[in-house]
């Protein structure tokens, strides 16, 4: 009997390798909110529209320009995501997931994901990069369901979701540019509503850095199939805690934010792109 996910991946990755020259890519790049911006940097880029890949959900969030780009950055061939997809869209895990595994298929071996996030840790401020150095998942898990043997194994191990020497590489490269990195514990939830301040209160206490809605299945599913991982957020607000009328959370500041600090993340990402 066919797996219709798997099919639906093999199809996809396979009208993706038509628009290749010969080369597959070994590093994937998910951009999150606002930080599309990353793509235009792609050099001899292969832009395909999700809308064209077969068995592609389209991406509805704001600040997701919805494009698969193929091409060189830093010096390597790379395929990246220009806007991801979310649980709250509707989809299920397995399409949220669904890039992640056809960037397997093309033979992706290293990963790097970011997003804008809001901060829960209170030394964190707007506009604050952090380096994702483990997470809390709070999103039903893509992997539940008959597993997928020709990705990996039934439970796959998730002690260091987030490679050490992918940490200290971009750890070096920002002290280089002079940049401060914040290092820290990534939740992801449903969405798409914003927290409330008591569960701001109740993910600090249970050890969250930053709060945000994806990356987390996209993560699980790169380890799943052997994927090396390095994730970078960008704080575009500070959780709130208080219930105070002034205090709101807005999603077109978030995507701006994330848009101001979107230059010092493309520098990490090249520098750790060329030490690959």
Do not use: W
Not at 170 to 199: F, H, S, W
Request: with cysteine.
């Amino acid at each position: 009997m066919i797996d219709e996910r798997t099919e639906r991946i093999r199809i996809a990755a396979d009208y993706i390798k038509t628009k290749l020259d010969g080369e597959s890519p070994s590093i994937g790049i998910v951009l999150g909110s606002g930080l599309g911006k990353l793509g235009d940097k792609i050099e001899d880029a292969t832009v395909i529209p999700y809308k064209e890949i077969p068995g592609f959900p389209l991406s509805t969030a704001t600040g997701h320009k919805g494009n698969l780009i193929i091409g060189r950055f830093g010096g390597k061939k790379v395929v990246a995501m220009q806007g991801r997809f979310h649980y709250y869209e509707g989809y299920s895990t397995d399409l949220v997931t669904l890039p992640i595994r056809v960037m397997s298929s093309l033979g992706v071996k290293v990963l790097i994901v970011s997003n804008a996030a809001g901060g829960l840790n209170q030394d964190f401020h707007i506009g604050d990069l952090m380096i994702i150095k483990d997470h809390i998942n709070l999103i039903p898990n893509p992997l539940i369901g008959p597993n997928m043997e020709q990705f990996g194994e039934r439970f796959p191990d998730m002690t260091r979701p987030y490679d050490f020497d992918l940490i200290e590489k971009a750890e070096a490269i920002a002290r280089g540019l002079g940049y401060k990195l914040q290092k820290g514990v990534y939740l992801a939830n449903t969405g798409p509503t914003y927290e409330t301040p008591a569960e701001v209160r109740f993910y600090r206490m249970i050890g969250a850095d930053a709060v945000g809605m994806s990356t987390v299945p996209e993560v699980i599913v790169a380890r799943h199939c052997g994927i090396k991982v390095f994730g970078l957020s960008v704080i575009t607000n500070c959780s709130n805690d208080s219930t105070r009328s002034e205090a709101v959370n807005d999603s077109e500041d978030v995507v701006k934010q994330a848009d101001i600090a979107a230059d010092k993340m493309i520098a990490i990402v090249t520098g750790l792109i060329k030490k690959i």
